[in-house]
């Protein structure tokens, strides 16, 4: 297993070639396979090969050699599937929907009438409280 692996990781245990998957892309750092329970056909999950339950864990550069294959994967799926669009996402906590807590980019094919729905409740901020928003999140990237 990859050095700081979980033993109880199932996507560690892909890593280590403990659990089989249809791996698409792999490097040093990272891997790609697709998703066993996909919300399309080609719907692929790439991931660091070294386990870190959120992508915070993460410093820059380990993310970086995770990110940097997303333009890549993104074509490769759009020209594999027909798709006309495709999602990302990345999800962080049990809140924001994350069940396998190792760091994965969600790669989701995207047809027009499918019926793959957002629920999206955007909001709106009262009189001034987009700057007290702004100043919390720009003092904390300081800190
Ligand atoms: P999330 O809700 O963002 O944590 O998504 C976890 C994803 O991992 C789900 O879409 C699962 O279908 C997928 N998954 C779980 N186990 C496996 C596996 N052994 N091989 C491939 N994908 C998996
Ligand atoms: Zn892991």
Not at 92 to 121: C, L, T
Request: net charge negative; with cysteine; aromatic share 6%.
């Amino acid at each position: 297993m990859e050095a700081n692996a979980d033993p109880n990781c199932v996507f560690c245990k892909i890593v280590a070639g403990q659990i089989p998957c249809a791996s698409v892309l792999e490097t040093d750092e990272a891997l790609a396979f697709l998703d066993i329970n996909p919300l399309a056909r080609g719907h692929v999950l790439l991931i660091p090969k070294r386990h870190a339950a959120k992508l915070d864990d993460l410093n820059a550069s380990q993310a970086g050699g995770v990110l940097r294959h997303l333009p890549a994967l993104g074509k490769a799926v759009r020209q594999a599937t027909g798709c006309q669009g495709y999602n990302v996402l990345q999800n962080n906590g049990r809140v924001a929907h994350q069940e396998v807590m190792h760091v994965h980019f969600h790669i989701i094919p995207r047809f027009k009438g499918d019926d793959f729905q957002f629920n999206w409740p955007a909001g709106g901020y009262a009189e001034g409280e987009i700057e007290q928003v702004r100043e919390a999140i720009r003092s904390a990237l300081e800190s």
